[in-house]
Structures are given as C-alpha cells and as structure tokens.
C-alpha cells in the first residue's frame, strides 16, 4: 500500500514540475513578444541620424579657393543628419555654390566675374614652372598674395559692413558659426551674434597654425610654401628649406 502511495505522491510532484516549468516558458515567450514589439514601435532613429532633441542651427562664413572643401564637407554632413545649416558666400566666387543639404545666403560684391577670373589665371601662372631665380619667384609668390589679400579684405567688408544681412542673421537664432579662422570674418560675426565660434583650418601664412599649437615642424623634413620640395629632401634642398622656413617666421 505505502509503494502505491509513493508512486502516486511522485506522479503528482512530476506534474507539478512540469507545469511549473510550461508556466516558465510561457512567460519567457510573452516577455519576449512583448520585447519585439517594444523595439518595432521604437521610435529612436537609426543609425546615421540625430534625435530632435539635440538638432541645432549652424551658421557657416566660409574661405573661398581651396579652403572650401573642408567646410563644405562638414556642412553636408550636418545637414544630412538634420541640423539646419546656413551657408553665407558672396555672390561671386571660385568655388562655393549651393548644396543638397544646406541653405545659402547670399551678399553683393563691388567686383565681377571677370576680375575673379583674371585673379585665378596670374595665379595659375605664378604656379607653373619656369625659369626665373629663386628670388624672382618668390617676389612673384608675394606679389600675388597681395593681390588675393586685396579681394579676401574687400570680401569681407562687404559682408562684415552689410547691416542688413547681419540683422538678419541675428534673428535667426544661431547656435554656432563654423568658420575658416584664416580669415576672421566668420569670429567677428560670431562675435556680434554672441555665439560661439567652430574653427576648421587648413593653414596660415608664415606657418602661424604651427606656431600658434606647438605642432613640430622641422625645416629638415617638412617643405615650406613655395619651394616644391617633398619630405625627401636633398642637402641642398634643406639649406634652402631652411632659409625659406627662416624667411617666413621674420614676418611673425
């Protein structure tokens, strides 16, 4: 009697954990669903984007020529994400135009076309090969600086002096201003804006960014502007490197 008695005692306890165990999975399933919908009515967004929360308005005053490439890198790469972007560029120029992910604001110049243009040919001349002396090229090289200074000052009086155009800027509400600090136009609207100032450089003259961060910079192995070296220099090439490297911290 008592082995039939134990029998049935262990028939109950195995049902017992056999029902405490469908129970278990039961509830891991519908834990789990509940999971996969939670994630399917996420409304995170994906990889690539921003959320609302941390959107903002970016101004952009950029450097024309060269310099533009950075700048205008970084201002579709906010745009795409979703930040509002606003680019200020004259209404002539060498390489800045509008773009898929940015809006552009524009201002007049007291120069044409024709005189950028004629300012990109005696550049495109000033750089090819020929074969003036050392000295006569580098009196070239500055000769023509002057005269892209002369165009970079006149660029930025004409926005700098446009009352309108800063007004209108003032209201919209800026958080920041990314900028060339090559030229401090985009600092000094920042400035009058009271907001904050993104500094993306490419380089200065006289070899100021270097000086200015501490960057190691020897005339031994890095070339200086204007004499066509590589970082593989000859004796020769260096004692030139050298003096020119010399040559350009005079100005500082």
């Not at 790469?77 to 004259?90: I, Q």
């Not at 926005?159 to 209201?171: E, K, M, P, R």
């Not at 009058?192 to 070899?207: K, Y």
Request: hydrophobic share 35%; glycine share 6%; net charge positive.
């Amino acid at each position: 009697m008592w082995k039939a008695a134990v029998f049935v005692f262990l028939l109950l306890n195995m049902e017992k954990q056999v029902n405490a165990a469908v129970d278990k999975k039961s509830s891991r399933t519908e834990e789990h669903m509940k999971t996969e919908e939670a994630e399917a009515n996420d409304t995170n967004p994906k990889s690539g984007t921003v959320s609302p929360a941390f959107l903002g308005n970016l101004l952009v005053v950029p450097m024309d020529g060269s310099h533009w490439i950075g700048i205008k890198a970084m201002a579709q790469e906010m745009g795409r994400r979703g930040h509002g972007v606003t680019v200020v560029m004259p209404e002539i120029t060498m390489r800045m135009g509008p773009g898929k992910h940015y809006n552009t604001v524009t201002y007049p110049l007291p120069y044409d076309k024709d005189y950028v243009d004629s300012l990109l040919a005696s550049h495109k001349d000033v750089m090819k090969k020929s074969a003036k002396n050392f000295l006569e090229k580098i009196s070239s090289h500055f000769s023509q600086i002057k005269k892209s200074t002369g165009l970079i000052h006149t660029t930025a009086e004409s926005l700098l002096f446009n009352d309108s155009l800063i007004s209108h800027l003032a209201q919209q509400r800026f958080d920041a201003v990314l900028t060339d600090p090559v030229v401090p136009t985009g600092s000094l609207i920042a400035r009058q804006l009271g907001i904050p100032t993104i500094n993306l450089l490419r380089g200065i003259p006289c070899t100021l960014d270097t000086q200015s961060s501490g960057c190691p910079s020897p005339p031994s192995y890095v070339p200086r502007f204007f004499t066509g070296y590589t970082d593989k220099m000859s004796f020769k090439e260096r004692a030139v490197n050298t003096l020119v490297s010399y040559c350009s911290q005079i100005c500082l």
